[in-house]
């Protein structure tokens, strides 16, 4: 009996045991797993992200219905527009889309020109965002468009989808940040100006430059050599140049009959330029020879005595007696014996 007895005891507190252990497991459950630092791994939740960049940078959060939700601006230009934009909850993003693009507008950020264009208008679906439907990126860039047509800007727009993204970067389940270098060319030749078909890329790299991932491309078109560097990440234009191929980047040269070597101290522009700026040389006449002169001998005079003289006899008098003066005896008096206003 007192073996029974003992046996029993093990039974009943080993049931006790396998209860606490059934109950702690499922409270730990309960509460989520922690990882090795102590903290609770963050809930997953579909990004319903897009966002706005011209050089203000907004992201705009949407429910499953398209409909605003939150605006974030994303630096310090963003951030002063999102400010002044107060009713935007419960809008549809098209409708945001257009309000933000007027307070960005009427804010002057649309006079900075890139490679003398105005600058691209990136609308950017975030990577993992869930769109309401397919026709969702579709229609708020078309909308978009309008938006900016009716403000009579130049500037290109480029939306970047989930299908932009370059997959090959994507780790542990989670979606790529970076876009495809296709992608990059696009946005590259829409800030151009350039068509597709014109454009020959000759260098393309994907690097970091100061922990920033960018696309460095190098493109000719039409006898102009391009240089962009476009971030990987928002599609920013963050460098932007062009020159004449095969010319100089110092060279100004772009007369008629430019030789590659700017000429800035010839300003021959005359019928007979010959490259050397004759400075001294104003004889504009039609019997010009080269040797300034009034009349017709060669020599600058007033009359006909080969110097200056406003009278006959080759010295500047007023009278006649070869000197300034203002009577008859060749001196300037003003008195009785010297002017001769009297005697």
Known sequence: ??????????????????????????????????????????????????????????????????????????????????????????????TVLEELINRIHEAGYFVDEIDGHKKNIVIQMEPGSVLPDDDFLETISRDTREAVAGLELTSGIVTIDEDDYDESYARNGNPSPYITLEKAKEIALTQAQVSETEAVFEDREFDFDDGIAIYELEFTAQGNEYEYDVHAVTGKILKAEHHIKGQNAGDTDYGPGNDGITDYSDTDYGPDNDGVTDYGNSDYGPNNDGVTNYDDNGTTNYDDGGNTNYDDNGTTNYDDGGDTNYDDNGTTDYDDGNSGYED
Do not use: H, W
């Open 1 to 94: 009996m007192k073996g029974a007895s003992i046996m029993k005891m093990r039974k009943i507190l080993l049931g006790a045991l396998t209860t606490f252990t059934l109950a702690a497991s499922v409270f730990i459950t309960g509460c989520g797993s922690q990882d090795a630092g102590g903290s609770l791994p963050p809930a997953e939740e579909s990004q319903t992200i897009i966002t706005l960049s011209v050089n203000p940078e907004i992201s705009i959060e949407y429910d499953e219905n398209g409909m605003v939700t939150n605006l974030t601006g994303n630096n310090v230009d963003g951030e002063g527009i999102v400010a002044a934009c107060q009713d935007y909850q419960g809008k549809d993003c098209s």
